[in-house]
């Protein structure tokens, strides 16, 4: 069993930095993929960022790649998306996701949701022009 809580969301203006924050409670972090999704009002969700546990692997959706940058904190169980140069199109709810166990495949997986069974509530994000 996985619990997800994010948390870091807020208002910004374009241009600023947010760090959102996933605490994960598991007694098998070690073996937990995590990513961030995002969704917009009447727009699908959207892979944001991810993480293998085994290779320490980090995946960049196109929109934000060179913007966000995903890191974790094994000691904490939290996992971090650092967001730089924000954009009002980043504005969206940010959602944790986790997958537990060994995926193979993984690089090919990673950005789809249905790899993922375990999510937060998330943490909304708004940025204005």
């Known amino acids: 069993q996985v619990q997800l809580v994010e948390s870091g969301g807020g208002s910004v203006q374009a241009g600023g930095s947010l760090r959102l924050s996933c605490a994960v409670a598991?007694?098998?972090?070690?073996?937990?993929?995590l990513d961030w999704f995002r969704q917009a009002p009447w727009k699908e969700r959207e892979v944001v960022a991810a993480?293998?546990?085994?290779?320490?692997?980090?995946y960049y959706g196109d929109s934000v790649k060179g913007r966000f940058s995903i890191s974790q904190d094994n000691a904490k169980s939290t996992v971090y998306l650092q967001m730089n140069n924000l954009k009002p199109d980043d504005t969206a709810l940010y959602y944790c996701?986790?997958?537990?166990?060994?995926?193979?495949?993984?690089?090919?997986?990673?950005?789809?949701?249905?790899?993922?069974?375990?999510w937060g509530q998330g943490t909304q994000v708004t940025v204005s022009s």
């Open positions: 996701a986790a997958a537990a166990g060994r995926i193979f495949g993984y690089a090919g997986r990673w950005n789809w949701p249905a790899t993922y069974n375990y």
């Open positions: 598991t007694s098998t972090y070690s073996n937990i993929y």
């Open positions: 993480i293998s546990p085994f290779t320490s692997n980090t």
